[in-house]
């Protein structure tokens, strides 16, 4: 497809450079936060935490959830208008269903933004408190970002990605791919770490608790 003008659509528009800033910008707010609110003490396994934590949690609660809005009680991304409203616009031009309100989706999103997100600001919380509970919380939320990751794509390649735009390098390798395989290992790594750490607490407490038996 061409333009009146004979030349090919524009692909990189003025709102993919809205939308990538706006992520940018959100990144850079979650690593001065963990510069001012972390203990300087602070392993650096934490420091990733927290800065991942912060990001996720405004990712869900802004960008998220403006979707929610935008997709509930009649409204549709796509007859709607505003700011966030052409954001979601982008990115629904990669992934259609996030422009009609696709029931799976926004089912997703309001498990998103009314539970992970709050959970991330626990777990900020605990991280800036130095609790060592965090990492059972962690674990949870590493499990939910997973699962909502395979529900939100694992239909579509089941039914063989009718929505989905992989025609250009912009849609398939930063919309689909960059922004969603984030939290795929991310919170894979969260787990890790907080596995090792928990079951290290319980091997000491088991083997002393076997000490004191004796």
């Not at 800065?51 to 509930?72: K, N, P, Q, R, V």
């Not at 709050?118 to 699962?147: F, G, M």
Request: charged content about 15%; hydrophobic content about 50%.
């Amino acid at each position: 497809m061409t333009s009146k003008e004979g030349l090919p659509p524009t692909i990189f528009t003025e709102t993919s450079a809205y939308s990538l800033a706006f992520v940018a910008v959100v990144g850079a707010v979650a690593w001065i936060s963990s510069k001012t609110l972390l203990p300087k003490t602070a392993r650096r396994q934490d420091k990733i935490a927290w800065i991942w934590l912060a990001f996720d949690a405004m990712i869900h609660f802004t960008f998220e959830g403006s979707f929610l809005y935008l997709s509930t009680f009649g409204r549709q991304v796509v007859i709607s208008s505003g700011p966030f409203a052409e954001l979601w616009k982008e990115y629904a031009r990669a992934d259609a269903r996030w422009g009609v309100s696709d029931p799976t989706v926004v089912s997703l999103e309001i498990l998103t933004v009314l539970g992970v997100g709050p959970l991330c600001c626990l777990v900020l919380y605990q991280l800036a408190k130095d609790d060592p509970a965090r990492h059972y919380w962690i674990v949870v939320l590493s499990t939910a970002e997973l699962y909502g990751g395979f529900m939100t794509f694992g239909p579509e390649w089941l039914t063989g990605s009718a929505a989905l735009n992989t025609s250009n390098f912009l849609y398939l390798w930063v919309y689909l791919f960059f922004m969603n395989i984030l939290w795929v290992f991310i919170p894979l790594w969260l787990m890790y770490d907080s596995y090792g750490y928990i079951a290290k607490s319980l091997r000491f407490y088991q083997a002393s608790a076997r000490v004191k038996k004796k």
